[in-house]
């Protein structure tokens, strides 16, 4: 199949939301990353974004809608979510509620629950409000692969096997949507992203973080949030999250590259820019700016993707601190490093 990659002209929207009613997949993006679309009603329609991704069926999808009224046929929603949904949408929160039936199993596998999301993208929002439909939407990538953040690794990553990619440029947020379980008896974050445990507690009065957000399942223990369980964000090469003060964080990576070069590997740094001057001489790339922690969720999975272009071998990357978005970018570098951390 070719894949045809547009700017989102009117009619290209109009073309999308074809196909999006005829049961079949488009790409689009959103603020946060890009998504593979499909009619979130149709099971059909649904499986095949399953096919395109290589993603296991056990994963849940997140469901797009165009306001807050679209997600009344879709879930149970209550004050609570209603209020969430005044301060946040469109935005990159999406909210565990509970089911109705109109959602076929194929695409919350087959849970109680579903994930509902507004994206704050004018490209997305055209595209929803053009197909009269509500979106089913994971990220746009091959599964396990770094989320996409342009048109261009949505092509590398699925090309050749959707009609469509609508070419929005790239995504302002970087990191996918912060994923909150309503249906939890605290209201629980069970994946970090652009909306903050700290901006959610201005509404709620307490917000639990789910343990597994920074370190690995335990044997047995069950996910929350099923796409945690996954091999996820991960270049090929190996990376190692080097944590600590900024100063012994740069005699490690410094200590590692030399040994990484020594064995005849590619290596890479990734580093912040206030601490650009610390690797003088070493492959560097800088991953944004502490200063502006957003600047790293936006920059965060292309590096990632750089990494993989380049064939690095040995990736050592700077950590943060986990406060506001720091969760989010920490949440991610962890799970890219198969959870490789060395504290110094
Ligand atoms: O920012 C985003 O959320 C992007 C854009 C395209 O909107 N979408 C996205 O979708 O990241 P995906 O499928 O890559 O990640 C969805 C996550 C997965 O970890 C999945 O397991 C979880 O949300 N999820 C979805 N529905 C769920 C449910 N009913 N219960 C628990 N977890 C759910
Ligand atoms: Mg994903």
């Not at 790239?170 to 309503?182: K, Q």
Request: aromatic share 4%.
């Amino acid at each position: 199949m070719r894949t045809i990659i547009a700017k989102p002209t009117v009619e290209a929207i109009a073309q999308a939301a074809e196909i999006l009613r005829g049961g079949g997949l488009v790409a689009f993006p959103t603020e946060t990353v890009y998504g593979l679309g499909a009619n979130a009603l149709d099971a059909v329609a649904v499986q095949k974004i399953f096919e395109a991704k290589g993603r296991p069926s056990d994963n849940p999808l997140i469901v797009h809608v165009a306001s807050p009224d679209a997600a009344e046929p879709l879930a149970v929603v209550d004050e609570r979510a209603r209020r969430l949904m005044a301060a946040f949408w469109p935005g990159p929160l999406t909210l565990l509620l509970p089911k109705k039936a109109v959602v076929p199993h194929e695409t919350n596998a087959g849970l109680a629950s579903v994930a509902l999301r507004m994206p704050d993208h004018p490209v997305a929002l055209a595209l929803l409000t053009a197909c009269a439909l509500p979106i089913a939407a994971p990220s746009a990538n091959r599964s396990g692969r770094p989320s996409p953040t342009t048109a261009d690794h949505v092509q590398k990553d699925i090309g050749g096997r959707i009609p469509l990619i609508l070419d929005g440029g790239a995504c302002a947020v970087g990191l996918e949507s912060t994923v909150l379980d309503l249906t939890a008896p605290i209201p629980t974050i069970v994946r970090p992203g652009g909306v903050t445990r700290e901006m959610l507690l201005a509404h709620l009065p307490a917000v639990r973080v789910a343990d597994s957000v920074l370190r690995p399942l335990q044997v047995g223990e069950k996910a929350i949030s099923p796409g945690m369980m996954y091999r996820h964000y991960a270049p090929r090469g190996t990376l190692t999250l080097v944590q600590g003060e900024s100063a012994k964080v740069a005699q490690a990576c410094t200590r590692l590259y030399r040994e990484a070069e020594r064995e005849g590997k590619r290596v890479c740094i990734l580093a912040f820019t206030e601490n650009e001057a610390r690797y003088t001489g070493l492959n560097t790339r800088l991953i944004g700016s502490l200063e502006s922690p957003e600047t790293i969720a936006h920059a965060l999975f292309a590096a990632l993707r750089a990494m993989d272009d380049a064939g690095v071998e040995v990736i050592l990357c700077e950590a943060i601190a986990t406060d506001g978005i720091g969760l989010a970018i920490m949440n991610r570098m962890c799970r890219a490093a198969a959870f490789r951390v060395l504290e110094v």
